[in-house]
Every structure is written in structure tokens, then in C-alpha cells.
């Protein structure tokens, strides 16, 4: 595990986070349809606090896409980098997760949030900024629809139904198994949303949750239980 330490410059206040949202929503790139499913790397991250003591720990977890085998994890430890502000969590992971990506020696290809991307408030969730930040191909895949509202898609995994923010589609429901409740889709940077829905399912062989989300959630979960006290 690596220590990740908060740049100098990172925002404390919100008002100065939104005006860095604004600056870097510009960036991102929605006209590229992104790596295929099902090829290359697929690399999810994720992470876990103890709020006594104001610690974020983080994961990245290598997939290879075609078998879902373990390609490579690191994980990092920082302090927690901002205040819980709905629409602003990003500024809470990024310095730790940032720093877990950089301690990869694998390429790591396409990234999946646990969280959102285009859908959000600001159109600028963690898998867009994120994105920017790297440069790296990344989506979303939340737990909940957010603010946002959906028809139930039909019953059989691979339904799917369009989120919606009054008109504006910025992501989709997506059941990944039968008879589940779906997860959430939205692009963050470099990535088409018809080909985000199809890394989810495939990385959904077997449950609800993509694999990347899985095994990011359980290591970071491990790693913040086995962290000196």
C-alpha cells in the first residue's frame, strides 16, 4: 500500500470546487466510442473510510476483459481530502485513488467508477473527472439512480431503460441479471454509452454488480481493516 497525499492546490471550500468542476467539464471527450468490450483491460476502482479517523484507503483492481482474471491491484492510503458534499464526492477520493492508479505497473486500460459520471447534477461525476484527469477511457456504474428518474426496464438480464433528467438522457438502467434491481450507466470520458452498457453486462457474468466494483470494493474494504491502528 502507498501513501497519497493531497496536492497543495486541491480545493477546500465549495464554491471553489464547483468552479474547478466547471473548468474541467469542458474537457471531457463524448464522441469517442471507447475500448471494445470484451478486449484488453478493464480496471475498476473503489474505496473505503474509517471516519474516526479521517482515512480514504483506495483500490484499482486489472481485469483482463475477456477472462476477468486479476491482472494486477494496488491499493493507497490518505487522508480524506474534502468535506461530504452531495455533487462533490470526487474531491473526497480523487487524491487516493489517483495515487492507486499511479502505483500501477499494468497499463490500466478502460476504468470503472462505483459512482457516476454524466449523471450528476453538474454533468461532472467522479468518472468524468476522473477521466480528465488521466486521460483514461472511464464510465460509472452506480447502485442508485441519484436524482435522477427511469421506467422499470423489462424483467431478463440486458433490459434496459433510459435515465433521465427531464428530457436529457444521461445514462441508463441496466439489469444485469434476471429478476435483479439494475445498476446505473453513465459515460465519464472517452466512451460511448451503448458501449459502456455492454462492458457492464459482460463484467456481470454472475451478479448484480460488475466484477471491477466487486473485487476494487472487497480489497479496499481489506486493506482498511488491516491498517495499523
Request: proline residues 7%; charged residues 25%.
Amino acid at each position: 500500500m502507498i501513501t497519497a497525499h493531497t496536492p497543495a492546490d486541491w480545493p477546500t471550500t465549495e464554491s471553489d470546487a464547483r468552479a474547478v468542476q466547471d473548468a474541467l467539464r469542458g474537457r471531457v471527450i463524448l464522441d469517442e466510442t471507447g475500448p471494445p468490450p470484451g478486449a484488453g483491460r478493464v480496471t475498476g476502482v473503489d474505496v473505503a473510510y474509517d471516519d474516526e479517523r479521517d482515512v480514504v484507503v483506495a483500490a484499482a483492481v486489472v481485469l483482463d476483459a475477456r477472462s476477468l482474471e486479476v491482472v494486477e491491484e494496488t491499493t493507497a492510503v490518505g487522508r480524506v481530502s474534502f468535506p461530504y458534499v452531495p455533487g462533490l464526492l470526487a474531491f473526497r477520493e480523487l487524491p487516493t485513488v489517483l495515487a492507486a492508479l499511479g502505483s500501477l505497473r499494468t497499463d490500466p486500460g478502460l476504468v470503472v467508477c462505483d459512482g457516476y459520471g454524466l449523471a450528476h447534477p453538474r454533468r461532472f461525476g467522479l468518472a468524468g473527472h476522473l477521466g480528465v484527469l488521466t486521460g483514461l477511457p472511464a464510465f460509472g456504474v452506480a447502485k442508485n439512480p441519484f436524482t435522477f428518474v427511469h421506467d422499470v426496464p423489462a424483467n431478463g438480464r440486458g433490459a434496459v431503460s433510459r435515465l433521465l433528467d427531464g428530457t436529457e438522457e444521461v445514462g441508463r438502467a441496466v439489469r444485469t441479471q434476471d429478476g435483479v434491481k439494475p445498476v446505473f450507466v453513465s459515460v465519464g470520458h472517452r466512451i460511448g454509452l451503448d458501449n459502456a452498457c455492454e462492458h457492464t453486462l459482460l463484467l456481470a457474468p454472475r451478479y448484480r454488480l460488475p466484477e471491477t466494483t466487486r473485487r476494487a470494493d472487497a480489497l479496499c474494504r481489506r486493506a482498511l481493516a488491516e491498517l495499523p491502528a
